[in-house]
């Protein structure tokens, strides 16, 4: 059974860059059948797609976010990451590393999630 767990900042300050890494364990991340994606959620609003990628290399940024995020994957440690710059307090969240199934069209495993916190 795959776990996905985020680890990095719980407090970042604004213009700074957050960076999470989630360790992937009970499966491979060079699975061709799966994306990892970053997904967060702020205070009182809904999940927001940051972002996936595939071994491969084909990555996906949500429009909005696309110039400050850079997601790699290291297969070596089965770990991907998530770079955000230029951060401010509306970055502030609960960030999500999750596996999205291209066989179900949907995730299938999550981490628990990790609030990180914009603020000087």
């Known amino acids: 059974q795959v776990q996905l767990q985020e680890s990095g900042p719980g407090l970042v300050k604004p213009s700074q860059t957050l960076s999470l890494t989630c360790t992937v364990s009970?499966?491979?991340?060079?699975?061709?059948?799966?994306?990892w994606a970053w997904i967060r959620q702020p205070p009182g609003k809904g999940l927001e797609w940051i972002g996936d990628m595939h071994h491969t290399g084909s990555t996906y940024y949500y429009p909005p976010l696309k110039s400050r995020t850079s997601i790699s994957l290291d297969a070596s440690k089965n770990q991907f990451t998530l770079q955000l710059i230029s951060v401010t307090p509306e970055d502030t969240a609960v960030y999500y590393c999750a596996r999205y199934s291209g066989d179900l069209g949907a995730l299938d495993a999550w981490g628990q999630g990790t609030l990180v916190t914009v603020s000087s």
């Open positions: 009970g499966g491979s991340i060079s699975n061709n059948d799966y994306l």
